[in-house]
């Protein structure tokens, strides 16, 4: 789990506080388009639409202040 800059780490944080089991990779190469990839065993079962929603549910009214584009990347965690 990590976060380049403090807007990357804020949303790192968003989406942990609703899915406190995932593995969460935010990188913020400018300031204003992130990236960020989501491993949690609470998708098992929704569909890719579903597991996205649940992302951006976490994220609040992050877009309407310093967030303009978020490429979400969803995955389950690889089994042992």
Do not use: C
């Amino acid at each position: 789990m990590t976060a380049n800059t403090e807007l990357a780490q804020a949303i790192q944080n968003l989406i942990r506080n609703t899915l406190p089991d995932a593995d969460v990779f935010v990188h913020d190469p400018d300031g204003a388009h992130l990236s960020a990839t989501v491993t949690s065993a609470s998708f098992a079962g929704l569909t890719r639409i579903q597991q996205h929603r649940l992302v951006y549910s976490a994220l609040g009214n992050a877009f309407e202040n310093e967030l303009h584009a978020l490429q979400l990347t969803t995955r389950l965690p690889k089994a042992q």
